[in-house]
């Protein structure tokens, strides 16, 4: 490492020393033993172990359990435009190679640390990009980070508008910082801070289309991360009677329609989401063979009959984001595909997941079984899959890895 570092330097002891060797990017505020130098929250500082060996350079904050985020490994670095605009580049140059150009019209472009912007998530909505930051540091230079964000897909022809801000989550407080949405004012991009309607956009998965709207929508508006889960149900379901629980805006259900299902029913507990669910059927032209109910999943599975539906899909909510909700959470699971194993006939298909992390997939795996020996079926897995590549798994931070998804006959 230089010698002449102008950061100060974070020394962290045994307790990091662990994870630290597996090269995980955060330190926790318990795994710091010492402190040499002054900072402002959000600076960059250097870590070392207390043998003075340089482990990286990240954002620090007394204001969060995570006390350092880690950003770079390199002590020759120099965190310039030009060091952020590296990192979008090969962002974008991962998504173009795993997933194309074309299926880049929607997707996450960054994905926190997994692309080594730490709190850091841009979604990709056609036109629109939409961002969220979790973590002070970025925040900070995030003026730096979006004029290169706009420059660098706009110079490789991707005609971006405009970036809207969906910091509309209580996570930011407890890294200090205030919550609120709207657009953010760049230099070049297109003022819609008067057109209420530009808050809609329309983009294409699947070959389906959706109005997505990135003001109101859950999270940054549109779930990207099981674009190909949803393509994966499109075969199975054809000539099927499905059920498409926790619909929200009908992407599952659209996916089943297309793929030629005989009739779809798609659910959920809110009935803004359930109306925009049937304009996407509409913009579709799939609302011929769906229909759709606001009602709560809980209270709708037991009351259907077997033989009623021969797949369905249940595509629930996190309902555990601790370690310490996973049991409540295990039986909120447990009960929905009991319920759904029961409902079906011999033969009969479920797609089911879960979206939390701390619902490991061998924790999911588990609660299946359980659920399958309750109904009194067996269950054979046709498919295993996870969140796709766009919000790629580091396999060193257990944390990026959250999506199980399983396709499942019943028999």
Known sequence: MKTDRQYTKIIIGDRAKRRQQGLHPWIYDNEIVEINGEYTNGDLVDVVNQGGKYIGTGFINDNSKIRVRIISRNANDTFNEAFWERRINYAIDYRTTVMGEEDINCCRLIFGEADEFPGLTVDRFSDILVTQVLSLGLEQRKDVIYKLLYKVMNERGYNIKGIYERNDVAIRELEGMKEYKGWYPLEGAQDFTNDPDAVITTITENGIK????????????????????????????????????????GSFALNAANGGAKHVHAVDISQTAVDMAQANAKL???????????????????????????????????????????????????????????????GGYLATCSCSHFMDEESFIKMLDSAARDAGVRIKQIEKRQQSPDHPILMNVSETDYLKFFILQIF
């Open 284 to 346: 579709n032209g799939l609302d011929d063979i769906m229909s759709f109910e606001a009602t709560d999943v809980f209270d709708l599975l037991p009351t259907i009959k077997n033989n009623e539906y021969d797949f369905i899909i249940l595509d629930p909510p996190a309902f555990t984001k601790s370690r310490k909700t996973k049991e409540n959470a295990t039986r909120g699971y447990k009960e929905i595909n009991y319920r759904a194993m029961k409902a079906l006939p011999r």
């Open 210 to 249: 959706y109005k997505v709207d990135v003001e109101n929508g859950q999270k940054t508006g549109f779930f990207l991360d099981q674009k190909y889960n949803r393509a994966a149900i499109s075969k199975i379901a054809k000539g099927k009677k499905v059920l498409d629980c926790f619909t929200h805006t």
